[in-house]
């Protein structure tokens, strides 16, 4: 009976690990690195992970959706009157 809830455990946590979402970015993150590292231009990715861009990803990612619940919410009240 223990083996088999040790086995269920461990399979369940196995499927965890393999779908969450920081999983898979750290393999893609690998294979570019990889990549790149192969054909010696690590320099791209060391240009593309700078603080300027990371920050203005995630302002423009901001941005969007700041415009995408306004026009929701706008859109939502302009058919209610």
Do not use: E, P
């Not at 920081?22 to 294979?31: H, N």
């Not at 995630?58 to 859109?75: A, N």
């Amino acid at each position: 009976m223990n083996i088999q809830f040790h086995k269920r455990l461990t399979r369940k946590f196995i499927i965890a690990i393999l779908t969450s979402s920081s999983f898979v970015t750290a393999c893609t993150f690998s294979v570019i690195w990889f990549y790149l590292a192969n054909i010696d231009r690590l320099d791209i990715l060391y240009d593309a992970l700078s603080v300027s861009s990371a920050v203005g990803i995630i302002f423009g990612f901001t941005l969007v959706s700041l415009l995408g619940f306004s026009l929701v919410i706008f859109i939502h009240l302009s058919l209610l009157t």
